[in-house]
């Protein structure tokens, strides 16, 4: 059963089992990131990942794009401030679009980028920032920022080489070119594809599958796996160990075995 649960008027979510699904709503900017809407997603992050009904979530953008990025309306208001305040007013701005990418990579549950149409700059940061993507077929890429005199900002220069390796990453950032769904698969940028018709239905799919898992399990092996590149193999195994011991004694696990050894004597007991 579908629930639409209060959010903003830049952020929408709904629930549907397990599976939330948070909507980017500037779809007459065509889901530009601004202050407020930036704002808005830290706080909705922030509810879904205390919710315990919630197991996977679905980011998507409304109308016909996924997010373009950045407000460029935005940019034209922070260059009129006094030229001393330029950069600090920068800065500060900076640390929250940080904070609200970091809240998105680190949720503890699995997300998945449902992208119809184009997540460009920013926006492709936000797809990328899921633990997995999904393209339609209107779906387009480019990390853009170069076209506007900019490096990358939301986290672009940490996710796009791990997905494409160093050389193909710098290559999209350096041309800030544009890559279709088919192109996105092959790179690696997207992992599946669909139509647009069924871009949401397959996500949501998707992510239900995604969220059979005990809880905890997820989150401590997602969060040691988004790690692991900077990591050494004693220290993944370090990780590890701490996180077992807390698997070992979460509900789950102790429903499972208890389950498994009924089972295993309820055999022993139809052989006898």
């Known amino acids: 059963m579908?629930?639409?649960?209060?959010?903003?008027?830049?952020?929408?979510l709904s629930v549907d089992g397990p599976v939330a699904t948070l909507t980017l709503n500037r779809?007459?900017?065509r889901n530009a990131i601004d202050d407020a809407m930036r704002g808005d997603l830290m706080a909705v992050l922030d509810r879904v990942s205390r919710d315990d009904a919630i197991r996977a979530v679905v980011v998507t953008g409304a109308g016909k794009g996924f997010c373009a990025g950045g407000d460029v309306r935005g940019m034209k208001e922070r260059l009129a401030a006094p030229h001393g305040q330029i950069a600090l007013n920068g800065w500060r701005r900076q640390q929250r679009t940080?904070?609200?990418?970091?809240?998105?990579?680190?949720?503890p549950k699995p997300t998945i980028a449902a992208v119809n149409g184009a997540a460009t700059g920013l926006g492709c940061d936000v797809a990328l920032a899921c633990d997995f993507v999904m393209?339609?077929?209107?779906?387009?890429?480019?990390m853009s920022y170069v076209?506007?005199?900019?490096?990358?900002?939301?986290?672009?220069?940490?996710?796009?080489p791990r997905r494409v390796g160093l050389a193909r990453a710098k290559e999209l950032i350096f041309t800030g070119r544009t890559l279709e769904p088919e192109e996105a698969l092959k790179l690696g940028v997207a992992d599946r594809a669909t139509t647009d018709a069924s871009l949401l239905d397959d996500a949501r799919a998707w992510a239900a599958e995604l969220?059979?898992?005990?809880?905890?399990?997820?989150?401590?092996?997602?969060?040691?796996?988004?790690?692991?590149?900077e990591l050494s193999v004693e220290q993944v195994?370090?990780?590890?160990?701490?996180?077992?011991?807390?698997?070992?004694?979460?509900?789950?696990?102790?429903?499972?075995?208890?389950?498994?050894?009924?089972?295993s004597e309820a055999k022993k007991a139809g052989r006898a």
Do not use: N, W
Not at 98 to 107: G, T
Not at 135 to 142: E, L, T, V
């Open 2 to 12: 579908t629930s639409d649960q209060p959010a903003s008027d830049t952020i929408l």
């Open 135 to 142: 393209a339609g077929a209107s779906a387009r890429f480019a």
């Open 27 to 29: 779809p007459e900017r």
């Open 211 to 229: 969220s059979q898992g005990a809880p905890a399990s997820l989150a401590l092996a997602k969060s040691i796996l988004d790690q692991t590149f």
């Open 147 to 160: 076209q506007r005199g900019l490096i990358p900002d939301g986290g672009g220069m940490y996710f796009l």
């Open 98 to 107: 940080h904070h609200a990418i970091a809240m998105l990579h680190a949720l």
């Open 237 to 263: 195994f370090a990780m590890g160990s701490q996180a077992q011991a807390i698997c070992y004694s979460s509900q789950e696990h102790l429903d499972s075995v208890a389950a498994f050894l009924a089972r």
